[in-house]
């Protein structure tokens, strides 16, 4: 079984700054994909970024960017230049790359961005 | 436009009483997903169906039952064997392009027991 780990059940930025966001995740599969997720206050669930495991190119996205790494299972997310409508919760997240596609999420993230 | 919605917003039920979530899909996707989340928790899978007439157990399907009977639509009844239903329920479908699988959520459903 896959488990996803958060271990920063909050935190805060001032708006324009940078913020990192940590993920950690264990599993016996080689081949797998990796998400962030944002949830607003509206509660709607939007896919931030995603990387596949077999890409050793960290994926981008506009402000958002991931630092994979797959030896050490970790996942972190940068936000660039914090704007006050990425005020939200972040949900990191894993599949495998075969069977039914389901995902296991982490606890998530509180982001509180300042002005 | 094509998404996925979920009705209603909000739902209220008394114990012991059977009710069910509505989900229904316009985007041709073959698998959904029903979630649960809980406070200072991630999202838990209930159940899921990958194709019509077909679908298993997740990590909590305990007091939970889906049916699967058309592409577009998986609902869930939370029945009265669920011990602590008050939750917010998401549903989810996805699918595969290039680059992988994509998973897509709808707006969701609070319920509380009373």
């Known amino acids: 079984a896959q488990t996803v780990t958060q271990s920063q059940p909050e935190m805060s930025v001032q708006e324009a700054e940078t913020v990192t966001l940590s993920c950690t995740y264990d599993?016996?599969?080689?081949?797998?994909?990796l998400f962030w997720y944002k949830q607003p206050p509206s509660r709607q669930m939007i896919l931030v970024i995603r990387q596949e495991a077999y890409k050793q190119q960290n994926a981008t996205e506009n402000r958002f960017s991931v630092n994979f790494q797959k030896a050490a299972k970790s996942f972190s997310l940068k936000i660039s230049d914090s704007q006050l409508g990425d005020t939200a919760m972040y949900f990191c997240?894993?599949?495998?790359?075969?069977?039914?596609?389901?995902?296991?999420f982490g606890k998530g993230t509180k982001l509180s961005v300042i002005p | 436009d094509g998404g996925i919605t979920q009705s209603p917003k909000y739902l209220f039920r008394k114990e012991g009483q059977n009710v069910t979530l509505s989900c229904e899909q316009n985007l041709n996707h073959d698998a959904m997903y029903w979630y649960r989340q809980d406070p200072g928790q991630g999202l838990r899978l209930i159940y899921y169906s990958q194709i019509v007439n077909d679908f298993q157990k997740g990590d909590i399907a305990e007091g939970y039952s889906v049916s699967r009977e058309k592409k577009e639509s998986f609902p869930l009844t939370v029945t009265s064997a669920q011990k602590n239903p008050t939750a917010f329920y998401l549903c989810?479908?996805?699918?595969?392009?290039?680059?992988?699988?994509?998973?897509?959520f709808g707006p969701g459903t609070r319920l509380t027991v009373l």
């Open positions: 599993t016996s599969e080689s081949n797998y994909y």
């Open positions: 997240a894993f599949m495998k790359q075969a069977g039914s596609y389901q995902l296991t």
């Open positions: 989810a479908s996805s699918i595969v392009v290039a680059g992988g699988p994509r998973q897509f």
